[in-house]
């Protein structure tokens, strides 16, 4: 049988010990892998790549039909990149799959019988990292959120719940508050879901959400998300699922895959046999799923809930009441290896077919899409002013401002000028709204920067700014906090 190149990282801290349990694993089921090691994590980030992965790993990695990877420790602060957000943004893994499955009653968990495919989306959101100091005191991050990655994600999530048999797909977003970013992620849902007439459909604000899935996770299926929350939630729901040490997960785009554990290098636990490989082990079940080995994914999935079954439990998992053996990472390896062949008695045994679409490859619909039409009707500036509001209205009132008119003043949001609240606590950046004299009027851009000069010929200290537009005449932005 042709071996199948796969790219494999062991990490840091727990990385080492639990990638070789998993191989280990991988290669007593007969799985046809041709392994390519390579280097990343903290030794490639001290050696000076900033991203934490030598520039020559990206040609292994795209040469693979998919990469393992362990965890690894991202040294805080001094300028050092996330490698995982790196990973996923580079290769476009756009979905993250992460099943959340309980193993009672052989691993102690509140919610028996729980079974919730988390699917996050990995490209875009707050991990975009694009922040910015504004002033003395105030810093912003930038929420992206864009149609085609909306439309990648969620066509993505309904054809996963097809393809596994799956009845409800979920989508929690924050669209009361957010409603332009996490609204168009829901309107998104509300258009792909018409797709899928079989499939039942569904809604929640996050917050309310979130607290029905860690209170009734059961009433759960498939729950589509945009990125900082699915990070969050994914971990919530593994972690009252049994343990986080329990999760693996698939990072899926359309041309490559990565696979792994959703815990994080635990450098405590290093080096002692203590970790528990079956976040990363389950992963590497994922990718067999993924590159058409059904058979070492079914050997290896059944051997290891055969070992879960029988009470042979890593530190994490291990209680007196429930389990039997407390074991070292090695010795669960071991433990799996022998039940290669056996099936679970009590949980439900597995059994993917050649057919089986547990991961599937990511698609994109390239259909033709009308452009709308837009029209710019004014502009927000940001400016850094210390002081009180009405120090800043007097000096913009000095300004003669052509075509323009300023129409609000808001701190953070809320309206600060005209009719500032008394109550209300401002910092020391204000965002000054220009709109076009004439009501309904649109704005040129050459107005723009002919503000912008007369801004800085009255030494207003402004830091950025953002064009508002109509888009076939509806807003494409917000109004602030008590703004008419
Ligand atoms: P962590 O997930 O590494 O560990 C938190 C705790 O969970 C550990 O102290 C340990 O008690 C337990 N734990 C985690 N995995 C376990 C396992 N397999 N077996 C047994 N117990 C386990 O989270 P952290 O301590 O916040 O992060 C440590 C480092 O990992 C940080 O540098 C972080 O940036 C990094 N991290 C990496 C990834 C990744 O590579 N995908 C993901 C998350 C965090």
Redesign the pocket.
């Known amino acids: 049988m042709k071996k199948v190149p796969i790219a494999v990282a062991y990490?840091d801290?727990?990385g080492p010990e639990?990638m070789e349990a998993t191989l280990a694993i991988l290669e007593a089921s007969g799985a046809a892998l041709e392994i390519n090691r390579i280097e990343i994590g903290e030794k490639e980030y001290m050696k000076g790549f900033s991203a934490g992965i030598d520039p020559s790993s990206w040609d292994i990695i795209r040469k693979s039909r998919a990469f393992l990877?362990a965890?690894?420790?991202?040294p805080q602060g001094g300028g050092f990149k996330s490698l995982?957000v790196t990973i996923r943004t580079t290769l476009g893994l756009f979905a993250n799959v992460r099943p959340c499955v309980a193993y009672a009653p052989f691993v102690k968990t509140k919610h028996p019988g729980m079974d919730v495919v988390v699917v996050r989306e990995n490209e875009e959101d707050l991990y975009t990292g694009i922040e910015y100091r504004q002033s003395q005191d105030t810093y912003h991050a930038l929420k992206i959120i864009s149609r085609p990655g909306c439309e990648k994600i969620i066509r993505y999530a309904f054809d996963f719940a097809k393809a596994n048999q799956r009845k409800k797909v979920t989508c929690f977003t924050k669209d009361n508050i957010l409603k332009l970013s996490d609204g168009l992620f829901h309107k998104v849902f509300d258009e792909i879901a018409k797709e899928y007439p079989e499939i039942e459909n569904e809604h929640w604000i996050i917050d309310i959400g979130a607290a029905k899935l860690a209170d009734t996770p059961n009433a759960f299926d498939v729950i589509v998300m945009p990125n900082l929350y699915g990070d969050i939630l994914s971990d919530v729901a593994a972690q009252i699922a049994g343990s986080?040490?329990l999760a693996g997960s698939a990072n899926i785009g359309e041309k490559h895959a990565m696979f792994?554990?959703?815990?994080?290098?635990?450098?405590?636990?290093a080096g002692q046999n203590?970790?528990?490989?079956s976040?990363l082990l389950l992963s590497a079940v994922m990718m067999l799923v993924h590159i058409g080995d059904s058979k070492a994914a079914s050997l290896v999935h059944n051997a290891w809930l055969k070992t879960i079954e029988e009470g042979i439990h890593?530190?994490?998992i291990y209680t007196d009441a429930i389990s039997k053996v407390k074991v070292g990472t090695s010795e669960f390896a071991k433990a799996v290896i022998e039940r290669l062949g056996k099936e679970p008695d009590q949980l439900k045994a597995v059994k993917y077919s050649g057919t089986s679409k547990h991961v599937l490859q990511g698609r994109q619909e390239t259909a033709e899409k009308k452009m709308d039409s837009k029209e710019i009707v004014g502009v927000d500036v940001f400016v850094d002013h210390h002081g009180d509001v009405d120090k800043l209205h007097e000096k913009l009132m000095r300004l003669s401002l052509g075509g323009l008119k300023l129409t609000m003043i808001a701190n953070r949001g809320v309206k600060v000028w005209p009719d500032k609240h008394p109550e209300t606590s401002c910092v020391d950046n204000y965002r000054l709204r220009f709109m076009a004299l004439a009501r309904g009027g649109s704005v040129s851009r050459r107005e723009i920067s002919g503000l912008i000069q007369k801004l800085a010929d009255a030494e207003i200290d402004f830091v950025q700014t953002e064009n508002l537009c109509t888009f076939e005449g509806l807003p494409g932005y917000t109004v602030s906090q008590d703004e008419q």
């Open positions: 990490g801290g727990i639990i990877k965890p690894i420790t991202t995982n986080v040490g792994e554990a959703i815990h994080g290098s635990a450098p405590r636990r203590l970790a528990n490989p976040g890593t530190y994490d």
